[in-house]
């Protein structure tokens, strides 16, 4: 099925680093959702993004809705151990109802 | 306000047996997506269900089926299972009308189906 290019697939970092991970589309989109998985349990729901160039800060999260509508970036400042998990995006293609996910960002902290 | 409630939490069936999974939208919710999740393909949309009646679906065979209840409640059936139907599958909820198209969704803890 149709996909969002997510990157990167994994990263470990230190506690207390900034870490970046975006996606990509080659269609427009109107939505853009970000959201967390612990493992055994459904997505969490971090960040929605509902206009072009709209950023959006969650705590130490902060996403923003690329300007061309086709990418987004979710970044955490000063990790913690918690923050261990796989991230996705989603994201709306104008004209449409259904979400699109990307593939996930496996993200390791290391204390 | 009470979160999406999906059940069974695991289920272990074989191959040929048939599925059913349920789930439990947040109160007020009309729309019902439902997705499968597994490590290779990540998280891929099978149909969603608005008012009783399917209004989107995804590219998976008519094995795969589902129905929606006038509360909203929503039912995924899988028939004539196979081992590459074991995966997570994960039921979201969201108001679902047109004035919302952009509502984000909220994802209840999935079921594990696994195929032996």
């Known amino acids: 099925g149709q996909q969002l290019n997510q990157s990167p697939q994994s990263m470990f970092i230190q506690e207390g680093e900034d870490v970046s991970m975006n996606c990509t589309s080659s269609s427009i989109f109107n939505t853009w959702l970000w959201y967390k998985q612990d493992p055994g349990e459904g997505p969490v729901l971090l960040i929605a993004?509902?206009?072009?160039?709209e950023l959006t800060s969650n705590g130490r999260l902060t996403a923003q809705f690329g300007i061309t509508r086709k990418d987004s970036f979710l970044n955490i400042s000063a990790s913690i151990p918690s923050d261990v998990g796989i991230y996705f995006c989603?994201?709306?293609?104008?004209?449409?109802?259904?979400?699109?996910f990307g593939t996930g960002t496996r993200l390791k902290v290391l204390a | 306000k009470a979160g999406v409630t999906q059940t069974p939490r695991y289920l272990i069936k074989t191959r040929g047996q048939q599925v059913t999974l349920s789930c439990s939208p947040i109160?007020?919710?009309?729309?019902v997506s439902w997705y499968q999740q597994t490590p290779g393909q990540g998280l891929q949309f099978l149909f969603e269900y608005f008012s009783e009646t399917q209004r989107n679906k995804g590219n998976f065979p008519g094995r795969f089926s589902g129905r929606q209840f006038s509360n909203s409640r929503s039912e995924m059936n899988v028939s004539t299972l196979e081992l590459g139907d074991s995966a997570l599958y994960l039921c979201?909820?969201?108001?679902?009308?047109?004035?919302?198209?952009?509502?984000?969704?909220?994802f209840g803890n999935g079921t594990r189906l696994t195929v032996t």
């Open positions: 993004l509902y206009k072009a160039g």
């Open positions: 979201a909820s969201s108001p679902g009308q047109s004035s919302s198209y952009n509502s984000p969704l909220h």
């Open positions: 989603a994201g709306r293609p104008s004209g449409t109802y259904k979400y699109i």
């Open positions: 109160s007020g919710h009309r729309s």
